[in-house]
Protein backbone atom coordinates (compact mmCIF):
# COMPACT_ATOMS: atom_id res chain seq x y z
CA UNK A 1 0.00 0.00 0.00
CA UNK A 2 1.53 3.01 -0.72
CA UNK A 3 1.69 6.28 1.61
CA UNK A 4 -0.95 8.20 0.33
CA UNK A 5 -3.45 5.79 -0.06
CA UNK A 6 -2.77 5.12 3.84
CA UNK A 7 -3.11 8.25 4.83
CA UNK A 8 -6.74 8.41 3.26
CA UNK A 9 -8.19 4.85 4.47
CA UNK A 10 -7.04 5.97 7.95
CA UNK A 11 -8.93 9.03 7.30
CA UNK A 12 -12.10 7.42 6.14
CA UNK A 13 -11.46 5.01 8.82
CA UNK A 14 -11.97 7.89 11.51
CA UNK A 15 -15.04 8.87 10.02
CA UNK A 16 -16.17 5.25 10.43
CA UNK A 17 -15.65 4.85 14.07
CA UNK A 18 -17.35 8.26 14.16
CA UNK A 19 -20.34 6.84 13.10
CA UNK A 20 -19.96 3.77 14.57
CA UNK A 21 -20.37 5.48 18.35
CA UNK A 22 -23.72 6.58 17.30
CA UNK A 23 -24.69 3.03 17.89
CA UNK A 24 -23.47 3.08 21.59
CA UNK A 25 -27.04 3.99 23.27
CA UNK A 26 -28.68 1.18 20.62
CA UNK A 27 -26.09 -1.38 18.95
CA UNK A 28 -25.33 -4.21 22.19
CA UNK A 29 -24.87 -6.78 22.34
CA UNK A 30 -23.98 -6.26 18.46
CA UNK A 31 -20.85 -4.47 17.94
CA UNK A 32 -21.28 -0.53 17.06
CA UNK A 33 -19.71 -0.30 13.69
CA UNK A 34 -19.51 2.50 10.65
CA UNK A 35 -19.52 2.57 7.25
CA UNK A 36 -18.41 5.15 4.53
CA UNK A 37 -18.29 5.06 0.74
CA UNK A 38 -16.17 6.86 -1.38
CA UNK A 39 -15.58 7.19 -4.62
CA UNK A 40 -13.31 9.68 -6.60
CA UNK A 41 -12.37 11.55 -3.01
CA UNK A 42 -16.29 12.29 -2.42
CA UNK A 43 -18.30 10.27 0.20
CA UNK A 44 -21.36 9.60 -1.35
CA UNK A 45 -22.67 7.13 1.50
CA UNK A 46 -22.32 6.93 4.81
CA UNK A 47 -24.44 4.47 7.73
CA UNK A 48 -23.90 2.70 11.24
CA UNK A 49 -25.38 -0.06 13.39
CA UNK A 50 -27.71 1.96 15.03
CA UNK A 51 -30.47 -1.08 16.67
CA UNK A 52 -29.29 -5.08 17.48
CA UNK A 53 -31.93 -6.75 14.99
CA UNK A 54 -32.04 -3.82 12.63
CA UNK A 55 -29.79 -2.76 9.15
CA UNK A 56 -25.82 -3.30 9.46
CA UNK A 57 -23.41 -0.75 8.90
CA UNK A 58 -22.55 -1.62 5.33
CA UNK A 59 -26.33 -1.78 4.89
CA UNK A 60 -27.43 1.56 6.04
CA UNK A 61 -24.00 3.27 3.67
CA UNK A 62 -25.17 1.62 0.36
CA UNK A 63 -28.74 2.61 1.50
CA UNK A 64 -27.66 6.11 1.78
CA UNK A 65 -26.31 6.50 -1.70
CA UNK A 66 -28.75 8.81 -4.21
CA UNK A 67 -29.71 7.29 -7.12
CA UNK A 68 -27.41 9.42 -9.34
CA UNK A 69 -24.56 8.47 -7.11
CA UNK A 70 -25.12 4.81 -7.89
CA UNK A 71 -23.04 4.45 -10.90
CA UNK A 72 -20.15 5.48 -8.77
CA UNK A 73 -20.83 2.29 -6.39
CA UNK A 74 -18.81 0.35 -9.25
CA UNK A 75 -15.55 2.02 -8.75
CA UNK A 76 -16.33 3.10 -5.25
CA UNK A 77 -14.34 2.09 -2.05
CA UNK A 78 -16.06 0.55 1.52
CA UNK A 79 -14.50 2.16 4.38
CA UNK A 80 -16.02 -0.44 7.18
CA UNK A 81 -14.66 -0.26 11.10
CA UNK A 82 -15.39 -4.39 11.22
CA UNK A 83 -15.13 -7.15 8.87
CA UNK A 84 -18.45 -7.27 7.11
CA UNK A 85 -20.42 -10.54 8.16
CA UNK A 86 -20.69 -13.48 5.80
CA UNK A 87 -23.72 -15.10 7.71
CA UNK A 88 -27.67 -14.95 7.83
CA UNK A 89 -28.10 -13.53 11.39
CA UNK A 90 -31.32 -11.63 12.16
CA UNK A 91 -29.92 -9.73 8.70
CA UNK A 92 -28.20 -11.40 5.72
CA UNK A 93 -24.29 -11.26 4.87
CA UNK A 94 -23.29 -7.74 4.35
CA UNK A 95 -20.42 -9.32 2.39
CA UNK A 96 -22.74 -10.61 -0.32
CA UNK A 97 -24.04 -7.18 -0.60
CA UNK A 98 -20.95 -5.18 -1.16
CA UNK A 99 -20.33 -8.14 -4.06
CA UNK A 100 -24.15 -7.80 -5.39
CA UNK A 101 -23.63 -3.92 -5.69
CA UNK A 102 -20.12 -4.55 -7.37
CA UNK A 103 -17.88 -2.52 -5.12
CA UNK A 104 -14.56 -3.31 -6.04
CA UNK A 105 -12.73 -2.11 -3.09
CA UNK A 106 -13.00 -2.89 0.78
CA UNK A 107 -11.30 -1.08 3.59
CA UNK A 108 -11.72 -3.35 6.71
CA UNK A 109 -10.77 -1.83 10.30
CA UNK A 110 -10.18 -5.17 12.17
CA UNK A 111 -11.56 -8.76 11.87
CA UNK A 112 -15.36 -9.67 13.73
CA UNK A 113 -14.73 -12.19 16.06
CA UNK A 114 -17.65 -13.81 16.33
CA UNK A 115 -17.27 -17.82 15.47
CA UNK A 116 -19.71 -17.45 12.70
CA UNK A 117 -17.72 -14.58 10.51
CA UNK A 118 -14.08 -14.58 11.79
CA UNK A 119 -12.52 -13.93 8.30
CA UNK A 120 -15.31 -15.73 6.82
CA UNK A 121 -16.51 -11.98 5.47
CA UNK A 122 -12.94 -11.22 4.04
CA UNK A 123 -12.83 -14.70 2.44
CA UNK A 124 -15.84 -14.16 0.44
CA UNK A 125 -15.03 -10.71 -0.96
CA UNK A 126 -12.35 -11.91 -2.16
CA UNK A 127 -12.94 -14.87 -3.30
CA UNK A 128 -15.32 -12.76 -5.71
CA UNK A 129 -12.53 -10.67 -6.52
CA UNK A 130 -13.06 -7.97 -4.42
CA UNK A 131 -9.60 -6.20 -3.16
CA UNK A 132 -9.55 -6.29 0.41
CA UNK A 133 -7.66 -3.98 3.14
CA UNK A 134 -7.76 -5.36 6.71
CA UNK A 135 -6.20 -3.74 9.73
CA UNK A 136 -6.66 0.40 9.16
CA UNK A 137 -7.16 1.99 12.84
CA UNK A 138 -7.25 -1.79 13.98
CA UNK A 139 -6.37 -0.79 17.86
CA UNK A 140 -9.31 1.86 17.84
CA UNK A 141 -12.02 -0.53 16.21
CA UNK A 142 -11.07 -3.32 17.95
CA UNK A 143 -11.48 -0.88 21.56
CA UNK A 144 -14.25 0.76 20.33
CA UNK A 145 -16.24 -2.75 20.82
CA UNK A 146 -14.13 -4.05 23.76
CA UNK A 147 -17.23 -5.61 25.50
CA UNK A 148 -17.86 -7.38 22.20
CA UNK A 149 -14.23 -8.83 21.60
CA UNK A 150 -13.97 -9.59 25.07
CA UNK A 151 -16.84 -12.17 25.36
CA UNK A 152 -16.39 -13.49 21.76
CA UNK A 153 -12.28 -13.91 22.81
CA UNK A 154 -12.93 -15.28 26.63
CA UNK A 155 -16.46 -16.70 25.90
CA UNK A 156 -17.21 -15.04 29.21
CA UNK A 157 -19.07 -11.61 29.51
CA UNK A 158 -17.01 -8.81 30.28
CA UNK A 159 -16.38 -7.79 33.60
CA UNK A 160 -16.87 -4.11 35.22
CA UNK A 161 -16.27 -4.14 38.97
CA UNK A 162 -17.85 -0.43 40.62
CA UNK A 163 -17.38 1.12 44.18
CA UNK A 164 -18.10 4.08 46.20
CA UNK A 165 -14.71 4.83 48.69
CA UNK A 166 -15.52 7.23 51.36
CA UNK A 167 -11.81 9.85 51.60
CA UNK A 168 -10.92 7.46 54.63
CA UNK A 169 -10.86 4.48 52.31
CA UNK A 170 -13.84 2.11 53.43
CA UNK A 171 -16.55 1.36 51.22
CA UNK A 172 -20.29 3.09 50.31
CA UNK A 173 -22.05 0.59 52.24
CA UNK A 174 -24.69 0.97 54.63
CA UNK A 175 -25.50 -2.99 55.34
CA UNK A 176 -21.65 -3.49 55.96
CA UNK A 177 -21.24 -0.13 57.55
CA UNK A 178 -24.24 -1.81 60.37
CA UNK A 179 -22.91 -5.07 60.48
CA UNK A 180 -19.66 -3.68 61.24
CA UNK A 181 -21.13 -1.38 64.52
CA UNK A 182 -22.94 -2.80 66.93
CA UNK A 183 -26.36 -2.51 64.90
CA UNK A 184 -25.44 -5.70 63.45
CA UNK A 185 -27.04 -7.38 66.65
CA UNK A 186 -30.04 -6.21 66.05
CA UNK A 187 -30.60 -7.38 62.77
CA UNK A 188 -33.26 -9.90 62.31
CA UNK A 189 -31.80 -11.75 59.76
CA UNK A 190 -31.61 -15.63 60.87
CA UNK A 191 -30.23 -18.43 58.61
CA UNK A 192 -33.37 -20.17 57.45
CA UNK A 193 -33.70 -23.93 58.04
CA UNK A 194 -32.30 -25.53 54.42
CA UNK A 195 -28.99 -23.13 55.74
CA UNK A 196 -29.86 -20.03 53.27
CA UNK A 197 -29.68 -16.63 54.18
CA UNK A 198 -33.12 -14.86 54.65
CA UNK A 199 -34.06 -11.71 53.47
CA UNK A 200 -34.11 -8.69 55.62
CA UNK A 201 -36.95 -6.94 54.52
CA UNK A 202 -36.59 -3.42 56.92
CA UNK A 203 -33.29 -2.87 54.99
CA UNK A 204 -35.09 -2.22 52.02
CA UNK A 205 -34.19 0.48 49.72
CA UNK A 206 -31.78 2.19 52.17
CA UNK A 207 -29.97 5.53 50.10
CA UNK A 208 -25.86 4.77 50.05
CA UNK A 209 -24.02 6.95 52.09
CA UNK A 210 -22.07 8.96 50.34
CA UNK A 211 -24.76 9.05 46.82
CA UNK A 212 -25.35 12.71 46.04
CA UNK A 213 -27.66 12.72 42.16
CA UNK A 214 -24.57 13.72 40.73
CA UNK A 215 -23.26 10.29 41.80
CA UNK A 216 -26.47 8.47 40.69
CA UNK A 217 -26.13 9.80 37.51
CA UNK A 218 -22.88 8.17 37.23
CA UNK A 219 -24.24 4.66 38.37
CA UNK A 220 -26.89 4.53 36.22
CA UNK A 221 -24.92 5.94 33.17
CA UNK A 222 -23.26 2.43 34.27
CA UNK A 223 -25.79 0.47 34.55
CA UNK A 224 -27.75 1.37 30.96
CA UNK A 225 -24.35 0.22 29.23
CA UNK A 226 -24.22 -3.18 30.77
CA UNK A 227 -26.62 -6.33 29.96
CA UNK A 228 -26.03 -7.82 33.21
CA UNK A 229 -25.54 -6.66 37.30
CA UNK A 230 -24.26 -8.50 40.00
CA UNK A 231 -24.45 -8.26 43.83
CA UNK A 232 -23.26 -10.61 46.58
CA UNK A 233 -26.31 -12.38 48.46
CA UNK A 234 -25.31 -10.45 51.70
CA UNK A 235 -26.22 -7.29 50.04
CA UNK A 236 -29.17 -8.62 48.63
CA UNK A 237 -30.46 -9.75 51.90
CA UNK A 238 -29.32 -6.49 53.66
CA UNK A 239 -29.99 -3.61 50.87
CA UNK A 240 -32.43 -5.50 48.71
CA UNK A 241 -31.18 -3.26 45.92
CA UNK A 242 -33.50 -2.77 42.82
CA UNK A 243 -30.37 -2.17 40.42
CA UNK A 244 -32.66 -0.68 37.79
CA UNK A 245 -31.63 2.41 36.03
CA UNK A 246 -33.33 5.38 36.92
CA UNK A 247 -31.28 8.09 36.61
CA UNK A 248 -30.26 7.57 33.06
CA UNK A 249 -32.04 6.79 29.89
CA UNK A 250 -31.93 2.66 28.85
CA UNK A 251 -32.62 -0.54 29.59
CA UNK A 252 -32.61 -2.17 33.30
CA UNK A 253 -29.69 -4.68 33.26
CA UNK A 254 -31.14 -8.74 33.81
CA UNK A 255 -30.31 -9.11 37.85
CA UNK A 256 -27.78 -11.62 38.98
CA UNK A 257 -27.08 -12.62 43.15
CA UNK A 258 -24.02 -14.50 43.52
CA UNK A 259 -23.88 -16.91 46.66
CA UNK A 260 -26.86 -19.06 48.45
CA UNK A 261 -30.33 -17.74 48.46
CA UNK A 262 -33.26 -19.31 49.10
CA UNK A 263 -36.13 -20.13 46.17
CA UNK A 264 -38.63 -17.71 47.85
CA UNK A 265 -36.24 -15.07 48.74
CA UNK A 266 -34.55 -14.59 45.38
CA UNK A 267 -36.96 -11.08 43.77
CA UNK A 268 -38.56 -12.13 40.58
CA UNK A 269 -36.70 -12.14 36.84
CA UNK A 270 -32.91 -12.48 39.31
CA UNK A 271 -31.29 -14.92 38.45
CA UNK A 272 -29.18 -16.61 41.26
CA UNK A 273 -25.34 -18.72 41.08
CA UNK A 274 -23.21 -20.75 43.33
CA UNK A 275 -19.85 -19.17 42.09
CA UNK A 276 -18.40 -16.95 39.71
CA UNK A 277 -17.34 -19.39 36.86
CA UNK A 278 -21.13 -20.82 36.78
CA UNK A 279 -22.48 -17.55 36.53
CA UNK A 280 -20.09 -16.38 33.69
CA UNK A 281 -20.61 -19.86 32.15
CA UNK A 282 -24.24 -19.47 31.93
CA UNK A 283 -24.46 -15.66 30.56
CA UNK A 284 -22.18 -16.91 28.20
CA UNK A 285 -24.33 -18.94 27.20
CA UNK A 286 -27.65 -16.32 27.38
CA UNK A 287 -25.53 -14.37 25.10
CA UNK A 288 -25.19 -11.47 28.04
CA UNK A 289 -21.72 -9.90 26.78
CA UNK A 290 -21.14 -7.39 30.05
CA UNK A 291 -21.08 -7.01 33.53
CA UNK A 292 -21.49 -4.56 35.76
CA UNK A 293 -20.50 -6.28 39.56
CA UNK A 294 -21.72 -3.88 42.46
CA UNK A 295 -20.67 -5.33 45.83
CA UNK A 296 -20.15 -5.88 48.16
CA UNK A 297 -16.34 -6.00 49.61
CA UNK A 298 -16.17 -9.86 49.86
CA UNK A 299 -17.58 -10.11 46.00
CA UNK A 300 -15.81 -7.57 44.42
CA UNK A 301 -12.30 -8.57 46.10
CA UNK A 302 -13.15 -12.23 44.43
CA UNK A 303 -13.27 -11.12 41.54
CA UNK A 304 -9.96 -9.10 41.78
CA UNK A 305 -8.68 -12.14 43.50
CA UNK A 306 -9.72 -14.74 40.95
CA UNK A 307 -8.22 -11.99 37.86
CA UNK A 308 -11.77 -12.24 36.27
CA UNK A 309 -12.45 -8.40 36.22
CA UNK A 310 -11.62 -6.68 32.71
CA UNK A 311 -12.25 -2.74 34.17
CA UNK A 312 -12.96 -1.37 37.91
CA UNK A 313 -14.44 2.21 38.74
CA UNK A 314 -13.76 3.64 42.32
CA UNK A 315 -15.90 7.05 42.80
CA UNK A 316 -13.56 9.11 45.27
CA UNK A 317 -16.09 10.54 47.51
CA UNK A 318 -15.34 13.79 49.36
CA UNK A 319 -17.09 12.38 52.82
CA UNK A 320 -15.90 10.46 55.59
CA UNK A 321 -17.26 7.48 57.02
CA UNK A 322 -15.07 6.98 60.40
CA UNK A 323 -15.63 3.14 59.83
CA UNK A 324 -16.97 0.35 57.63
CA UNK A 325 -15.47 -2.29 55.50
CA UNK A 326 -12.52 -1.30 53.96
CA UNK A 327 -12.49 -0.46 50.22
CA UNK A 328 -11.49 -3.44 47.88
CA UNK A 329 -7.71 -3.71 47.09
CA UNK A 330 -6.75 -3.72 43.27
CA UNK A 331 -3.70 -5.75 42.29
CA UNK A 332 -0.18 -4.33 42.57
CA UNK A 333 1.31 -2.88 38.94
CA UNK A 334 -1.98 -2.56 37.15
CA UNK A 335 -2.22 1.48 36.29
CA UNK A 336 -4.47 3.80 37.71
CA UNK A 337 -5.65 7.06 36.05
CA UNK A 338 -8.08 9.85 37.59
CA UNK A 339 -11.32 10.22 35.48
CA UNK A 340 -14.09 12.51 36.07
CA UNK A 341 -18.04 11.55 35.00
CA UNK A 342 -20.51 14.09 35.37
CA UNK A 343 -17.84 16.02 37.81
CA UNK A 344 -17.05 13.23 39.97
CA UNK A 345 -13.88 12.14 40.19
CA UNK A 346 -12.94 8.30 39.75
CA UNK A 347 -10.21 5.91 39.50
CA UNK A 348 -9.87 4.07 36.72
CA UNK A 349 -8.12 0.63 36.17
CA UNK A 350 -8.04 -1.89 33.01
CA UNK A 351 -7.09 -4.95 33.05
CA UNK A 352 -5.14 -5.61 29.75
C1 LIG B 1 -21.51 -6.23 9.94
N1 LIG B 1 -21.92 -4.94 10.04
O1 LIG B 1 -22.83 -3.27 11.17
C2 LIG B 1 -22.48 -5.26 12.32
C3 LIG B 1 -21.99 -6.61 12.21
O2 LIG B 1 -27.85 -10.88 14.17
P1 LIG B 1 -27.24 -9.98 13.16
O3 LIG B 1 -27.65 -10.32 11.76
O4 LIG B 1 -27.42 -8.52 13.46
O5 LIG B 1 -25.67 -10.28 13.19
C4 LIG B 1 -24.94 -9.97 14.33
C5 LIG B 1 -23.48 -10.22 14.11
O6 LIG B 1 -23.03 -9.51 12.95
C6 LIG B 1 -22.62 -9.73 15.25
O7 LIG B 1 -22.40 -10.74 16.21
C7 LIG B 1 -21.33 -9.37 14.54
O8 LIG B 1 -20.56 -10.55 14.30
C8 LIG B 1 -21.82 -8.85 13.20
N2 LIG B 1 -22.04 -7.40 13.29
N3 LIG B 1 -21.48 -7.02 11.04
O9 LIG B 1 -21.18 -6.69 8.85
C9 LIG B 1 -22.41 -4.43 11.16
N4 LIG B 1 -23.03 -4.79 13.46
ZN1 LIG C 1 -23.41 -7.45 8.26
Same mark, same amino acid.
Given at each position: MNKSKSTTDTFYMRRCLQLA????? =??APNPMVGAVIVSEGRIIGEGYH??? =?QAHAEVNAINSVRPEDRPFLQEATIYVSLEPCSHFGRTPPCAKLIIDCHIPRVVVGCEDPFAKVHGRGIQMLRDAGVEVVVGVLEEECRALNRKFFTFHTHRRPYITLKWARS? /? =?? !??SWREALLDAEAADSLPSQPAEDGTEEV? @?????HPALLSTPLTQMAVHHQRARHQAILVGHSTLRL?? @? *? !?????? /?GSDPLPVVLGRVAERELPRGWQCFADIETMLDALYRQNVQSLLVEGGAQTLQSFIDAGLWDEAWEELS??? !?? *?GVPAPRMPYGVEKEIVHKFGVPFSHWTNS
Open positions: RQGEN =GAAHC =GK /D =GF !LDT @PQAAQDR @P *S !LTVRAW /DATM !LQ *S
